[in-house]
């Protein structure tokens, strides 16, 4: 992800929940990279976007006008990132996984359970077989992938 869209979620959540802490945790930062991507913004643009006191933080009158073009961007952005992912096949469609029953009862519900709460519209179809038969089966194209 650019680094400058990075920064602009870093205001955007910062201004949501009132706090570096509580926007770092939901972007899964630290809160000094939090501060660190903010201080980085005002310096860029040479204003204070801002007001940090105790209590938390709240916006400048620069903040307030400056805002609504951040979110505009980062819109923007993750429509640019979903209609590549559309292009690459990312967004829906069907994954065909050649396996075996105890990979197929073990390991792949959780990794497909985590897969799918990045892409709900993908879906899955596991074929059971033999080491042998799942190798032929990803030369002949019938399966995306196999795991033996």
Known sequence: MDMNIQKYMA????????????????????????????????KEWKVSLLERSRLGVELTSDGMKILPYAKKVCEEYEKL????????????????????????????????????????????ELILGDYEEIENWIIEGRVDCGRR
Do not use: C
Request: avoid cysteine.
């Open 11 to 42: 205001f955007i959540k910062t201004v949501e929940y009132g706090s570096f802490t509580k926007a770092a945790k939901a972007l899964s930062y630290s809160q000094s990279g939090i501060s660190r991507m903010i201080n980085d913004l005002e």
């Open 81 to 124: 990132q979903n209609q590549v992912d559309e292009i690459n096949g990312l967004q829906s469609g069907l994954i065909r996984i050649g396996t075996f029953s105890s990979v197929a009862t073990h390991w792949l519900p959780n990794i497909i359970k985590k897969f799918q709460q990045d892409y709900p519209q993908i879906d899955y």
